[in-house]
């Protein structure tokens, strides 16, 4: 089975799968944590 952005639900792209943004190694795909930069001032979720 696929992995699924959290936030999104979206399947995790292939350069998203070892992408872990915040310290917390929350995993999130890159659109999600772009959007969170500009809109949430890139506070983890």
């Known amino acids: ?3 699924e952005c959290p936030l999104c639900m ?3 792209e292939i350069d998203d799968i ?3 943004p915040c310290k917390c190694e929350y995993q999130i ?3 999600c944590w772009h959007r ?3 809109d949430e001032n890139g ?3």
């Open 1 to 3: 089975s696929e992995k």
């Open 10 to 12: 979206e399947p995790l």
């Open 18 to 20: 070892d992408f872990y």
């Open 29 to 31: 795909c890159r659109f």
């Open 36 to 38: 969170l930069r500009t």
């Open 43 to 45: 506070l983890c979720p």
